[in-house]
């Protein structure tokens, strides 16, 4: 897995996945987001590259919705068929803010 | 009776040096201190001086002959200046007072004044000449007459307004006197000689001294011979009688004089020839000496004389020039040793292997010279491993060059997937061809077969290696082992096989470690690296283990130099696996194992990325939940395709557990309220198509289905 940081003008921050997010993968991405969380006025998260997740990826989705909840939020952009469908399967796709990757909003 | 006492009075030395001789060799006298020493003997001596003024030889017209002199003479020259001075003190005291009871008058200071300076004249013979050594005869004769030539030369210069009667004397008491001394000390100086050695210690041949001093003795002799004759010629060419007396004094003066003179012109030389010469020599061949027994680094610097100065330079500089010219064959040798050693290093295979399935390192740190240490590892095929370490007996060229030809027989007799101990068979009987330096080879050979983890071994002559299972700690793997290589043509060699099971490791090495000595000749030891070996942790790689025991034997030998090769080789078995499937230990090291496994496989079966994505999300929620919650020891995955449907076998050894009776979590909770547990198995059902469990052997069995062309359920 790779991660790519970008910071937006409103004070929000972009990361980009790629690769696997599993039980090998995610303490990285976790230990990443504990450090910007606090300071950041929003979390967008692409997927566009992201080849698949796992509970262990989700685990780490679902504990930062919870911090962020009053700072700006988390957005999951990009997201592939095969991610979206373990979003759906698990019923995250109801407590995430996501945007699919044909652009459709939901 | 005249003739018997003056005989006795001769002996009498002799008899007195005896006695001191033999205290000094066979009591207790041998312990006594150096001055009270001299002082015994320079009383006893100086007594006896006492005894021949007391009891001398009466001639006619009151002439005494005594042999007075040879006591002091013999305390000086044969025990010591101070022996000889307390006896000349005592026998010339005596001599000065025996006047007051009957002692002559005439000879009064004459012979109190030889016997004194007799003491005093051999104590420096002693010194000057001999070194404090015992003289020769023909010394101690010489010493002797010219001690009494003097003592009649002084009762004529003490007594010349009398000199005729004087003269009296000396006609009479000369020739026996002078004889009598001079016997008498050289029979003392010969019972005071060592006994003589019965092998020469260095070299028969005559010093330079030696022969100078001969010769010069000759001249001397002949020249007052020559001198005395003429003189003698003399005497009858003058007749008148008050002129005859005086020409006799004449005469006898002279040659008195002549022996006094040639006597201290013969000390001289000698004394200059010893000084200037043989000391200069000795202590040239002193450096010399020390040259030859290897010490380089000695210069010669004699600077008394030019000869010895130039002497001193050209020794120098032959030894400068020989010394320049090793240095350059040394450097020469060098080099051609650090090729050699640079041949022989990059002979061996690329230190470390690391694959998925075996991680594998190997270390050699030659010592200086170039040694006969070797291993080597290589595939065979994708699934068969071959590592071998080994060392040549001796060191040096030789050791390198068999070292060679062993490596590429043993390569070469593996070909064709030869069982192991018939290569050992075949690559002894081919080094014990034409072997003619008689070396030899211990080994310690090992095929491991990566797909069951079956290892078959075969051990010539070589270090047991160390086995730690996984979990456990290092042990000698210690089997009946078989002969050396290349040692007898017949030897027969033993496959044994052990089963490695993941995370077993296996630790090789030469004597070079066990044997590595530090600053106290304590060497490093095989229980020392057991224990040093079993504080490793079970995560370290091959190539840790391996440079943890470099550095504890670095760190033990300390400053000692390295005098053997230091080889050593690590296999680590990480998983065993062939086409279908994987077996591991399940450690959090585990996922990349298995999922490289897993998505390798499914891509070389051209399986739909969509069915494949699934798969390894559903792999890494099943495998994560044995990691992390099943305390197995060992687990594999197996992959199967029955018609349309591909199958994830799971097999492990720990808490029996059934994934399909576990209860869903609420999937529709806000996400204030939404827990993790239970959404792995959750999302593997709902991602497979088919969940089978059964308990079995021991065994958690699961079998999870995905249907090709089927949606997921």
């Known amino acids: 897995m790779e991660l790519e940081l970008k910071n937006g003008l409103e004070g929000n921050t972009t990361i980009t996945i790629k690769g696997r997010l599993d039980t090998s993968t995610a303490p990285e991405l976790e230990a990443k987001l504990d450090s910007i969380v606090p300071s950041s006025k929003g979390i967008v998260l692409d997927m566009k590259d992201l080849r698949y997740i796992s509970s262990a990826g989700l685990r780490v989705l679902l504990k930062t919705q919870k911090s962020v909840g009053g700072n700006g939020g988390m957005r999951l952009v990009n997201v592939p068929e095969s991610v979206m469908e373990v979003l759906e399967i698990t019923g995250f796709s109801e407590i995430l803010e996501i945007e699919s990757q044909t652009g459709e909003e939901r | ?713």
């Not at chain 2, 999300?617 to 305390?631: A, F, G, R």
């Open chain 2, 1 to 713: 009776m005249t003739f018997i006492k003056l005989v006795a009075a001769t002996l009498f030395p002799a008899f007195l040096t005896g006695i001191f001789t033999l205290l000094e060799r066979k009591t207790r006298f041998s312990s006594w201190s150096y001055v009270a020493k001299q002082i015994a003997v320079g009383l006893a001596f100086g007594g006896f001086a006492v005894l021949s003024t007391e009891y001398g030889v009466q001639l006619n017209e009151g002439v005494i002959l005594n042999v007075r002199d040879a006591g002091p003479l013999c305390a000086g020259l044969l025990f010591g200046a101070p022996a000889g001075l307390i006896a000349g003190t005592i026998g010339g005291l005596h001599r000065w007072l025996c006047v007051y009871w009957g002692g002559g008058t005439v000879t009064r200071v004459a012979c109190s004044m030889a016997t004194f300076l007799a003491g005093v004249f051999s104590g420096i013979m002693r010194h000057t000449l001999f070194d404090g050594k015992t003289p020769g005869i023909p010394s101690a004769f010489g010493i002797g007459t010219t001690m009494e030539v003097l003592h009649m030369l002084l009762v004529l210069a003490t007594n010349l307004s009398d000199v005729s009667h004087a003269f009296l004397f000396v006609q009479l008491c000369s020739f026996p006197m002078v004889l009598c001394n001079g016997i008498a000390l050289s029979l003392a100086t010969l019972v005071h000689r060592e006994p003589r050695r019965k092998e020469k210690t260095t070299t028969r041949s005559r010093n330079i001294r030696q022969d100078f001093g001969f010769w010069l003795f000759v001249c001397v002799v002949i020249a007052f011979f020559i001198t005395g004759s003429f003189t003698q010629q003399i005497i009858y060419r003058i007749t008148t009688d008050d002129a005859k007396l005086y020409r006799n004094v004449t005469l006898y003066l002279v040659a008195f004089m002549e022996i006094l003179i040639y006597t201290a012109l013969f000390i001289l030389i000698y004394q200059m020839l010893k000084k200037k010469v043989t000391c200069n020599l000795e202590r040239v061949n002193e450096g010399l000496r020390s040259i030859t027994a290897g010490n380089l680094d000695t210069t010669i610097d004699v600077r008394t004389y030019r000869e010895f100065s130039e002497l001193s330079d050209d020794v120098n500089a032959t030894v400068s020039t020989l010394k320049r010219y090793i240095k350059e064959a040394e450097e020469r040798i060098d080099q051609e040793l650090e090729f050699a050693r640079q041949i022989q290093i990059s002979a061996l295979p690329r230190t470390t292997t690391s694959r998925k399935d075996f991680d594998m390192y190997a270390s050699m740190h030659a010592a200086k010279e170039v040694g006969g240490d070797f291993y080597d590892f290589y595939l065979t095929d994708n699934y068969t491993l071959v590592f071998l370490i080994a060392d040549v007996s001796g060191k040096g060229i030789p050791a390198a060059m068999f070292m060679m030809r062993a490596k590429t027989l043993l390569k070469d007799s593996m070909e064709g997937g030869r069982p192991i101990d018939e290569v050992f068979g075949r690559t002894n009987a081919k080094l014990c061809e034409g072997n003619d330096a008689n070396m030899f080879i211990t080994a310690w050979m090992g095929r491991l077969d990566l797909r069951t983890g079956r290892l078959e071994y075969v051990n010539a002559g070589h270090n047991p290696p160390l086995l730690r299972r996984r979990g456990g700690r290092f042990e000698y793997l210690r089997t009946k082992p078989n002969f050396i290589l290349a040692g007898m043509e017949q030897s027969r060699y033993r496959t044994q096989t052990i089963q490695l099971q993941p995370g077993d490791a296996l630790y090789l090495y030469t004597d070079g470690v066990t044997e590595a000595a530090n600053g106290s000749e304590e060497l490093f030891g095989e229980g020392r690296l057991e224990r040093m070996l079993s504080q490793i942790g079970n995560d370290a790689s091959a190539k840790a283990i391996c440079s943890n025991v470099a550095e504890a034997v670095k760190a033990f030998a300390g400053d000692a130099p390295q005098s053997d090769d230091i080889t050593m080789l690590c296999v680590k078995m990480n998983a065993i696996q062939d086409k279908d499937m994987t077996t591991t230990f399940p450690d959090d090291r585990s996922f990349t194992i298995v999922q490289d496994f897993l998505s390798n496989r499914l891509e070389t079966a051209d399986t739909p990325s969509r069915t494949m994505d699934r798969m390894l999300v559903v792999n890494d929620e099943i495998w994560s939940n044995i990691v992390h919650y099943s305390n197995a020891s060992k687990a594999s995955l197996r992959l199967g395709r029955e018609g349309d449907v591909l199958y994830m076998h799971y097999s492990d050894d720990g808490e029996p557990y059934d994934p399909t009776q576990a209860t869903a979590p609420d999937t529709t909770l806000p996400a204030q309220e939404r827990q993790m547990g239970g959404l792995g198995i959750h999302m593997a059902k709902k991602l497979s198509s088919s969940m089978d469990y059964e308990y079995k052997d021991g065994l958690n069995q699961l079998k999870i289905g995905f249907a090709l062309d089927i949606k997921p359920q």
